[in-house]
């Protein structure tokens, strides 16, 4: 099966492919509390045209993902933020590109492949499906279809929530161990 994997991390990618990654801390980011409100139905922050332009660019990665604040020790999206009990949305815009090196895009299947610690949620365009595993637990790798016809110049809007567990006793902090997006003939 021909496939090409593109790393998410690689500032060199993120810069091809003219994006960033986004990250708002909170259920629902700029909320008192974290957002969190008793019966709330649901976090706006998981939608495509959410506006997630004041929140955080991790832009503190170079050349062979190490963090420049941290003497290469937190890599961007690696980076342990917060602690005890904690939500937050990690968010990127990933327009697909024509080839990568000899592969061509157009019409393969594309999916988003991530580990999350400790709990995970990954949401594209605003949609989850139960079926290809975009809500999983403690440490589990999650890995999404993006699309299943992929067409060159598309935009997808990746969000991720992440949650500190275990819930009754929170140990640590939130992070993402890493973010790959695949694509398969």
């Known amino acids: 099966m021909p496939k090409a994997t593109l790393d998410l991390e690689d500032p060199i990618v993120l810069q091809q492919l003219g994006t ?3 990250f708002g801390s909170g259920w629902e980011p700029g909320r008192p509390n974290e957002g969190l409100v008793s019966q709330l139905a649901g976090s706006s922050a998981r939608e495509p045209d959410y506006d997630d332009s004041g929140w955080e660019v991790i832009d ?3 050349a062979g993902g190490k963090d420049k604040a941290a003497g290469g020790d937190n890599p961007g999206i690696r980076k342990t933020r917060s602690t005890g009990l904690t939500f937050g949305w990690y968010r990127i815009r990933v327009t697909l590109p024509e080839t990568i090196g000899n592969f061509n895009v157009e019409g393969s299947e594309v999916w988003f492949e991530s580990n999350i610690d400790d709990y995970g949620e990954i949401w594209v365009d605003g949609e989850w499906d139960r079926d ?3 809500v999983n637990g403690f440490n589990v790798t999650n890995r ?3 699309s299943d016809d992929a067409r060159p110049g598309n935009t997808h809007v990746i969000a991720c929530l992440a949650v500190n ?3 009754a006793r ?3 902090g939130i992070f993402m ?3 790959l997006l695949e694509f398969e003939k």
């Open 170 to 172: 929170p140990g640590g």
């Open 132 to 134: 290809a595993g975009a």
């Open 144 to 146: 999404v279809r993006i």
């Open 165 to 167: 567990g275990p819930l």
């Open 177 to 179: 161990r890493y973010a």
């Open 20 to 22: 960033e990654w986004r």
């Open 60 to 62: 503190d990665v170079e």
